[in-house]
């Protein structure tokens, strides 16, 4: 496929853009780039404490206040994530709609910086999260399966923020749009519970939210030792390829006359 061609030839480049964001995102600030692992230290932290240590929630037998905090930060991550490439990526042409005018730069790699971005914060909260297991002793070789999980993750979110990013030019009240409908989606997400808790005759949005396989193969594959729900992953997994597929054809056909329409 000519788009996962493009993105391995341009990856050096794809990695330089991300080390700008991140550059200029902290620009003046005493920590710099430390502040990359402050995000999900904080959220680590505080689902751990809050539920482990004050509220003390146990919503099913032998999952601990502790446990469950687990559980929510492993729903979580891979949530800010994707709704932080999602709104990052879908104004991310249009934030860059300077550099438009040079013919010889890939307007295409700029909603990728934007996805690969959000995908930084959620790895190292991930990498967080695996160290507190391990102390736990709850290391498996069923983390094999993390790099697929994260990989479909990132196609599917660079396929959609292709679409997007092009409409949000056409469109410019898109952006907000997309803000409010990461809201929604996030209590429509299993994040706070899984899949088993939801009840009879509410099971079908879940069930229809792409997410929902994403968090709950986390969930699987990190939590409780065991692989992901292959049929569902499966599905997931040709539904992003496919969707790749289609935002980079959208976004190169609109591609020349992007900079005329901003």
Not at 89 to 114: C, D, K, W, Y
Not at 151 to 174: E, P
Not at 195 to 212: E, F, K, Q, R, W
Not at 236 to 241: D, P, T, Y
Request: hydrophobic residues 55%.
């Amino acid at each position: 496929m000519k788009c996962l061609q493009m993105l391995i030839h341009h990856r050096r480049l794809i990695w330089n853009l991300i080390l700008l964001d991140f550059k200029v995102r902290y620009a003046g600030s005493r920590l710099g780039l430390l502040w990359i692992l402050v995000g999900p230290i904080m959220i680590l932290g505080s689902y751990l404490f809050v539920f482990g240590s004050i509220l003390r929630i146990q919503p099913m037998p032998g999952l601990s206040g502790f446990d469950y905090g687990l559980l929510v930060t492993c729903g979580l991550l891979p949530w800010i994530g994707f709704s932080e490439g999602i709104i990052g990526g879908t104004n991310s042409v249009l934030a860059n709609r300077n550099l438009m005018r040079g013919q010889l730069f890939p307007m295409e790699l700029i909603p990728v910086t934007a996805v690969c971005s959000g995908l930084v914060g959620q790895l190292l909260g991930i990498a967080l999260l695996l160290l507190v297991l391990g102390v736990r002793g709850m290391w498996g070789a069923n983390l094999l399966w993390l790099p697929g999980l994260v990989i479909c993750q990132a196609m599917f979110t660079v396929g959609a923020v292709w679409i997007l990013s092009c409409i949000n030019i056409l469109f410019r009240d898109l952006s907000q749009i997309v803000r409010l409908a990461m809201v929604l989606l996030m209590f429509i997400s299993p994040i706070a519970y899984t899949a088993h808790m939801v009840p009879h005759g509410l099971d079908l949005a879940i069930t229809l939210n792409p997410l929902s396989f994403v968090i709950e193969g986390y969930r699987d594959t990190v939590l409780f030792g065991r692989h992901p729900e292959l049929p569902g992953m499966a599905l997931f997994g040709s539904v992003a390829l496919v969707l790749l597929n289609m935002g980079y054809h959208y976004f190169m056909r609109l591609k020349k006359l992007l900079p005329d329409l901003v």
